[in-house]
């Protein structure tokens, strides 16, 4: 795809967020490349730029896994910087599910209006299972929020589905909100004779998986340099 095609493409950022050990990282590679990666690096939030197809259309997806963020360490620059928020729990511990809802429950506090998804991890450990799917149902209708119950490590179709809802979401809220500021920016245009063109940054091509360290994360402007970030990092 040619740049110029590119620089006006739909992106989408996404904030991975749950306790150590629940399958963030292993979520996230498995939605982008349908692989399942047994070991992740710890200690390490990962950014991941990706250009997907969701519903035809094309896409340029930024995933951040941000690493076992205790409650101590809410990652609240990752969550002002996301457009959406998936938060993970496994359902063969009971306290990350605590954790989630909490998590839940501090995400809605700061961005009301921001699409937010709830993940049961590891289904397929049905004889070690702590945590009743209808628990994680319940607070998720409670809080109005998409939810399911997944196993990674067994590829389960909702992983895709719930992700691609919530990624036309946000691609719906950012079109009713183009067309809004089109329209201002339309009159304005008019009122000061610039024709209401708003400049915009070229953005970069292809897949890119950047590893920084956890502490860096909370930086925004760390966040912001990275978005022109080009190098690999093997998965
Ligand atoms: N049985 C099973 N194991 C899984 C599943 N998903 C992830 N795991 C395993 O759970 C462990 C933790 O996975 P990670 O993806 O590293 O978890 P994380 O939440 O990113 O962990 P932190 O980096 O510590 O925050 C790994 O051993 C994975 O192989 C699953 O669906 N089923």
């Known amino acids: 795809m040619k740049t110029e095609d590119k620089s006006n493409m739909a992106k989408v950022r996404i904030a991975v967020i749950g306790k150590s050990n629940v399958g963030k990282s292993a979520l996230t590679v498995r939605y982008l490349t349908r692989r399942f990666i047994g070991e992740y690096r710890r200690n390490t939030d990962l950014l991941y730029r990706q250009t997907l197809t969701v519903n035809n259309a094309s896409l340029e997806v930024e995933i951040v896994d941000v690493c076992s963020c205790e409650l101590a360490l809410f990652p609240e620059e990752a969550i002002y910087w996301a457009d959406a928020c998936v938060i993970v729990y496994d359902i063969t511990s009971r306290t990350s599910f605590s954790h989630a809802t909490e998590l839940l429950q501090r995400v809605q506090q700061i961005r009301n209006q921001m699409p937010v998804m709830m993940l049961a991890n590891k289904s397929d450990l049905e004889h070690l299972r702590q945590v009743e799917e209808v628990e994680g149902r319940t607070i998720s209708i409670q809080h109005g929020i998409q939810f399911n119950e997944v196993s990674v490590a ?14 036309n979401e946000c691609r719906n809220q950012q079109s009713n909100h183009k067309s809004r500021k089109f329209s201002v920016s339309k009159m304005l245009g008019t009122l000061i004779g610039t024709n209401g063109k708003v400049p915009q940054n070229p953005t970069n091509q292809g897949g890119t998986v950047v590893v920084c360290h956890k502490s860096d994360l909370y930086k925004s402007r760390v966040l912001k340099r990275r978005q022109n970030f080009t190098a690999t990092a093997s998965l």
């Open 154 to 167: 067994e590829n389960s179709d909702a992983i895709y589905s719930s992700f691609d809802l919530m990624l």
